[in-house]
């Protein structure tokens, strides 16, 4: 018997495959299937309002997925055989790398972790498809990332253990403890936090300077890997708004509760993108942008026009983006300085800006960076040239919430710590700023139990009581290899002999 | 507030005191000295007195600062958990008030740091 139409459409194929996969249960109650969809308050009367906007099937998206990943590891392929490291800008470019691969990649991994439990717990079935596709997306970018990163930790130190610093090292507990925070919340707190407060609102500051400043820097396997994920990106981007204008359109309800967790993730974030701030302005040798001018175009102008967007939901902008945005100008070089002083524990090496650089910077930060940084690094250059290269002996305070250290200072007052604290049921807590200090007022159960780095060292779980042990034997970071300055390190001489030069201090070379 | 959760949702502190073996923390805010990038977090014994705490974990935790050398600390302006606080050099650290957690600043008038801009 011949069939007419053996082809569905797209519209009865997408149809097909995802609305029609799910019924309406007869033996069982919802709220038993779907038993997190109701504790967080939020009111959904029509999850078939749910739009979405690519009418994605699985099978689409497996044959799509695949020719991109065919391209992308034959480009990589072609990198590790021409050499591609030998091409790039400067090797301090590699530290850029080496914190992307091990505070970035493990948190893909951990968003697909997050949108693979969220994708079962919707009783939408176009969410919970929208969920399983950026599960699978996201657990790629971990893999395609790492594979981009891999022929660099043949040559390079500090790339060899990533997934295993990211659950211990002091500085890594930032990012870990941000997707923690989000994957321990609710399914509509976790779409609020990841989807749109990270990737609609801030991913831009993540990618566009990692994958601009690759560009920048010669860098063609992290290029590649950025332009094969834009298209997954972009569809995470419509996913995040779309989430939000649902939620919003659904019940008038949910606008507070909405409210509260785009204050606390935009803040979240922002503390987050703080290492960023110095990749841009320190660790790329060719800059692409500055931090300031990056905060302007993709926060303060698209977040402006969004935020616009969503007063009519009765949704305002986040609370303390006036404290973010003048932090734009002093971001970067706060915590250049602070990784500078712990350059012990880091797989990453940290360095002095050369002179070219100090007078970027002097441009792109003309009210802040000759009055208040370039005196610290000229005091910081001539300590080095006496032999006294300075790194900090004790450990710092960390943030409660954050868990960056508490070297954040007042907005106007740019010498003065924003420190705050609090005693909460006879514990006292300490945080970075009145925001931090806020999201513990909120959820205080949730934060009282936070893994703090430097409190774990003194209570004895590391693996040793003093920094060297720990760094070695705990974080596996190579003492002498990996960590320290990146004038005279191994990474400085091995690129020095790949460009045929000879160090420029002998002495140094002899050690 | 706290935490919306499907379950009853109590966690013990991570860093009580009696996980430290004996010792407690104390912070450490040296402000316009931003050399150092944040309070000192230092692990200390509860019973060692105010001057030796000052002499044996103060003067080593600064000592790469060119202000440190100039710095009369004993004699210095005391903040103990943003109070005013006048410490006694001869008592333990405990019997100055000093509980675990606690944060002391300390300000040493006339010097504000390497080029006057509090770092």
């Known amino acids: ?511 | 507030m706290s935490v919306n959760a499907l379950y009853d949702y109590k966690f013990e502190p991570k860093d009580k005191v009696e996980n430290f073996n004996g010792m407690q923390l104390l912070y450490v805010y040296w402000p316009n000295h931003l050399l150092f990038c944040a309070p000192f977090a230092l692990l200390v014994q509860p019973d060692m007195t105010f001057g030796d705490f000052v002499e044996t974990i103060i003067k080593p935790a600064t000592a790469a600062h060119p202000d440190a050398a100039k710095a009369d600390f004993l004699n210095a302006e005391w903040l103990l958990n943003d109070e005013p606080f006048t410490p006694r050099a001869d008592a333990s650290l405990k019997d100055n008030g000093i509980d675990h957690k606690s944060m002391l600043t300390v300000t040493t008038p006339g010097l504000n740091g390497i080029a006057n801009v509090g770092y």
């Open chain 1, 1 to 511: 018997m011949a069939v007419k139409n053996k082809k569905l459409n797209l519209k009865d194929k997408y149809q097909y495959l995802t609305r029609d996969m799910a019924w309406e249960p007869s033996y069982q109650k919802k709220e038993d299937i779907f038993p997190d969809e109701q504790f967080e308050g939020i009111k959904i009367t029509d999850w078939s309002q749910w739009e979405d906007p690519f009418r994605l099937t699985m099978d689409a998206y497996w044959k799509y997925q695949a020719e991109k990943e065919k391209k992308l590891y034959a480009i990589f392929d072609a990198f590790a055989q021409n050499n591609g490291h030998q091409n790039i800008s400067d090797a301090r470019y590699v530290n850029a790398l080496k914190l992307f691969l091990t505070g970035v990649s493990p948190l893909e991994h951990a968003a697909y972790q997050g949108y693979a439990k969220v994708g079962r717990q919707f009783s939408g079935a176009g969410a919970r498809v929208a969920c399983q596709m950026q599960a699978i997306d996201e657990l790629r970018h971990s893999q395609t990332q790492q594979h981009a990163m891999s022929h660099y930790n043949k040559h390079f130190n500090g790339l060899h253990d990533a997934a295993y610093m990211h659950d211990r090292v002091w500085f890594l507990s930032v990012p870990k403890s941000f997707f923690d925070d989000a994957r321990s919340a609710g399914p509509f707190e976790f779409l609020t936090a990841i989807s749109f407060s990270f990737e609609y609102v801030l991913t831009n500051l993540l990618f566009v300077p990692f994958m601009s400043g690759a560009a920048y820097n010669g860098d063609m396997a992290t290029v590649t890997f950025g332009f094969s994920a834009q298209s997954d990106e972009a569809r995470h981007m419509t996913l995040g708004l779309e989430v939000i204008k649902f939620i919003l359109e659904q019940h008038e309800d949910n606008v507070p509760i909405v409210q509260r967790w785009i204050d606390k993730w935009f803040w979240r974030g922002f503390r987050l993108l703080s290492l960023v701030s110095m990749m841009m302005d320190y660790m790329l040798p060719n800059k692409v942008m500055s931090w300031a001018e990056a905060w302007e175009v993709y926060y303060e102008q698209n977040g402006g026009a969004l935020f616009k967007d969503l007063e009519r939901y009765g949704i305002r902008p986040p609370k303390y983006q006036d404290v973010a945005n003048d932090a734009k100008h002093h971001l970067s070089h706060q915590l250049w300085t602070t990784f500078y002083q712990y350059s012990q524990a880091t797989n990453f090496h940290t360095w002095i800006p050369e002179k070219e650089e100090m007078d970027w910077m002097s441009e792109k930060y003309p009210e802040t960076f000759d009055k208040y940084y370039r005196p610290r690094y000229e005091y910081l250059a001539k300590e080095a040239a006496a032999g006294r290269r300075f790194y900090n002996n004790t450990l710092p305070q960390l943030c409660q919430v954050c868990q960056v250290p508490t070297l954040f200072t007042e907005m106007g007052a740019p010498t003065k710590l924003s420190h705050r604290q609090l005693v909460h049921e006879g514990e006292r807590y300490h945080f970075c700023s009145e925001a931090c200090c806020d999201l513990f007022k909120d959820e205080p159960e949730k934060y009282v139990q936070a893994w703090l780095p430097v409190h774990q060292i003194y209570q004895g779980n590391c693996e040793g009581a003093d920094v060297e042990t720990v760094v070695q034997k705990y974080y596996h970071i190579n003492i002498g290899e990996d960590n320290f300055e990146y004038v005279g390190s191994p990474d400085h001489k091995h690129w020095l002999s790949i460009k045929g030069q000879k160090p420029a201090d002998q002495s140094k070379d002899a050690a």
